[in-house]
């Protein structure tokens, strides 16, 4: 079972994501490279970009960093990597004595590498996408999640239905979904909220600020209570685009530890209101109910008919159980996205 130590002893992942564009080989030197330095879990992401994003799905990150202005094309980029590769990871992680993870972002690939997974990890945009929450609660596994975009209360909402659905062993970490997120942006005193509000859940950080000599941001974090700390890692951090130039490299993951007096600006005020930069990520980064497939008026509307896919324009995940069982009320196409006309009243 997986148990993170305390905020002296934190659980580091470095997460790869899809830093190693498709290159099996880089990937793996990548693992090496966070063993090496001292970090306990290698992380990387799975998903397909057709059950991840609309074709229409807009950015949510910087341009200047990262030119793509479709998620589905940059998505499309690096989902080449299936089972046979994450096994191939996964081997190479117990080889060098770290953990592997990867983040699930379609309710197939939960299925597909369950097996490997030692805990999951829920991605902040997902923090709403009911199906997926359920899916991952069933495989009886630590579930850690991280909170961006997100206040409080959808927070809470979102603790519950894990319970509800199985889940004994709930992470929150606290995170900024801007890519990078400015150090006024970070509120690393969120931290404390969490802790107060879920006294029994055990609180991490997820950090996107751009990587400083100090690791300010980071060591806050620690002196919060956090006891997981999350950063994107890179062989490259010169190297355009994607996670690369908010992420830590092996420089940065082997002197992680370092302290330095710079607090006010990253505490900020403790709370997450009014945080106007993460509007577009709430609004293009989270998901709406689609059609799964055609189907005919008087349908009614089971698991298999809807799919959450981004952007958040359209009906939420979050009204999935209650869609479900209503009749259809004039026929629709297959990612089509759902709206209230489309259901008898």
């Not at 990937?27 to 990387?44: D, L």
């Not at 961006?148 to 900024?176: P, Q, T, W």
């Not at 060591?219 to 490259?236: P, Q, V």
Request: glycine fraction near 4%; include cysteine; aromatic fraction near 8%.
């Amino acid at each position: 079972m997986f148990k993170p130590n305390d905020s002296l002893t934190p659980y580091i992942i470095a997460e790869i994501g899809v830093n190693h564009g498709g290159d099996i080989n880089l990937a793996k030197k990548m693992i090496r490279q966070i063993a090496k330095a001292g970090a306990q879990c290698a992380k990387f992401q799975s998903y397909k970009a057709e059950k991840i994003a609309a074709l229409e799905s807009p950015s949510y990150w910087d341009l200047k960093k990262e030119s793509t202005a479709s998620q589905y094309e940059l998505f499309q980029k690096y989902d080449s990597f299936g089972e046979t590769e994450y096994k191939e990871l996964k081997d190479e992680c117990d080889r060098v004595g770290i953990d592997f993870i990867t983040t699930p972002f379609d309710l197939e690939v939960v299925d597909e590498l369950d097996s490997l997974q030692k805990f999951y990890k829920v991605a902040s945009a997902d923090i709403t996408n009911l199906p997926l929450l359920k899916k991952i609660s069933e495989k009886n596994k630590t579930i850690v999640m991280s909170t961006g975009a997100s206040e409080i209360d959808e927070i809470k909402f979102s603790v519950e239905f894990l319970k509800r659905n199985g889940c004994k062993e709930l992470i929150l970490l606290h995170c900024i979904l801007n890519y990078p997120t400015l150090p006024q942006n970070a509120q690393i005193g969120f931290i404390k909220k969490l802790i107060n509000t879920f006294p029994k859940n055990k609180i991490g950080y997820s950090c996107h600020v751009a990587p400083e000599k100090t690791f300010l941001a980071q060591c806050l974090a620690l002196d919060f209570g956090a006891c997981i700390i999350e950063k994107h890692f890179t062989h490259n951090k010169n190297l355009k685009g994607n996670d690369h130039y908010h992420a830590f490299d092996y420089a940065d993951l082997k002197n992680f530890t370092d302290l330095i007096n710079h607090r006010r600006q990253l505490i900020g005020s403790g709370s997450k209101k009014n945080i106007k930069n993460e509007a577009l990520a709430i609004k293009n980064a989270r998901r709406s109910l689609y059609f799964s497939k055609t189907l005919k008026a008087s349908h009614k509307i089971s698991e298999d008919d809807l799919i959450c896919l981004r952007p958040g324009t359209g009906i939420s995940p979050t009204e999935w159980e209650n869609i479900l069982g209503k009749q259809l009320s004039r026929d629709v196409k297959q990612n089509q996205k759902l709206s209230r006309d489309d259901i008898k009243i």
